[in-house]
Nanobody, 125 residues
């Protein structure tokens, strides 16, 4: 079993920055692809960013590319999401996810086996 705990969410003005962190426990996630998804009120959960097990490969949703950066520290068993130039439409609950059987990135939520409880990000205009 893997437990994922997100932190770093909060309220920020448009144009500001936040850094989300996801701490894994229970077992190492160094062999797994990791990702961030988000869900806004009344909308379906959507892909934000993913990173391969080694960190060499990343993937981003078109809406965040150039503004967000995903990274991982396998020694610390953590994944982070640096979010810059935030917009009101980035407001959502952000979830960290781990794919037990996958080393490389995927935008499909169905391949991710473990999920955190989410952290709220609110961007005011």
């Amino acid at each position: 079993q893997v437990q994922l705990v997100e932190s770093g969410g909060g309220l920020v003005q448009a144009g500001g920055s936040l850094r989300l962190s996801c701490a894994a426990s229970g077992r190492t996630v160094s062999s797994y692809a990791m990702a961030w998804f988000r869900q806004a009120p009344g909308k379906e959960r959507e892909f934000v960013a993913a990173i391969s097990w080694s960190g060499d490969s990343t993937d981003y949703a078109r809406s965040v590319k150039g503004r967000f950066a995903i990274s991982r520290d396998n020694a610390e068993n953590t994944v982070s999401l640096q979010m810059n130039s935030l917009k009101p439409e980035d407001t959502a609950v952000y979830y960290c996810a781990a794919a037990l059987l996958r080393r490389y990135t995927s935008t499909y939520s169905g391949v991710y086996d473990y999920w955190g409880q989410g952290t709220q990000v609110t961007v005011s205009s």
